[in-house]
T-cell receptor
């Protein structure tokens, strides 16, 4: 699976949008971009994933550049409960590396009151 | 709708003892994964099963670790004998083949 690069930490004010970037310049055509987060002492929580098109669900939006070399996770109205480590993962769920979600260091997002 | 269930949530044991961690996947999911998380190594995949069959156990650290999935609704991860370096949080995740993995709350293991 392709390596991803994320900033180690980011801050955001409560109520504002949090925009978390991820670089995945070596992503292959059949690899999806997955985002998980891990709130302290909990298991990783699935947020969203996409292949080429932008995606939105009740938790977040995912913007993938046209060349697929980078993406941005957007939490539209961050709350204190969104404080967590956010992981961006390039993952081919149907390929030979199936099952091997590779979690990097992620981005520690801190939402301030 | 229940998510992935793991037990126990916390385990404290002494070096040399056998430890058994348990996992109940989401109903209908046919793939199950065991991960370990430590400060030094982060989250790493230990083993995964598809339709109750172990597919890849290359992440299992050594012979002291074993995992079984006797049926579609239950899996165990056993450490025998346990060592202090096995102290970590162990997560179980499940999915339908080729789709998103959903994680349980984890078991915090401390080996003294």
């Amino acid at each position: 699976d392709a390596k991803t690069t994320q900033p180690p930490s980011m801050d955001c004010a409560e109520g504002r949008a949090a925009n978390l970037p991820c670089n995945h310049s070596t992503i292959s055509g059949n690899e999806y971009v997955y985002w998980y987060r891990q709130i302290h002492s909990q298991g990783p929580q699935y947020i969203i994933h996409g292949l080429k098109n932008n995606e939105t669900n009740e938790m977040a939006s995912l913007i993938i550049t046209e060349d697929r070399k980078s993406s941005t996770l957007i939490l539209p109205h961050a709350t204190l409960r969104d404080t967590a480590v956010y992981y961006c993962i390039a993952y081919n769920a149907g390929g030979t590396s199936y099952g091997k979600l590779t979690f990097g260091q992620g981005t520690i997002l801190t939402v301030h009151p | 709708d229940a998510g992935v269930i793991q037990s126990p949530r916390h385990e404290v044991t002494e070096m040399g003892q056998e430890v058994t961690l348990r996992c109940k996947p989401i109903s209908g999911h046919n793939s199950l994964f065991w991960y370990r998380q430590t400060m030094m190594r982060g989250l790493e995949l230990l083993i995964y099963f598809n339709n109750n069959v172990p597919i890849d156990d290359s992440g299992m650290p050594e012979d002291r670790f074993s995992a079984k999935m006797p049926n579609a609704s239950f899996s165990t991860l056993k450490i025998q004998p346990s060592e202090p370096r096995d102290s970590a949080v162990y997560f179980c995740a499940s999915s339908s083949t080729g789709t998103t993995q959903y994680f349980g709350p984890g078991t915090r293991l401390l080996v003294l």
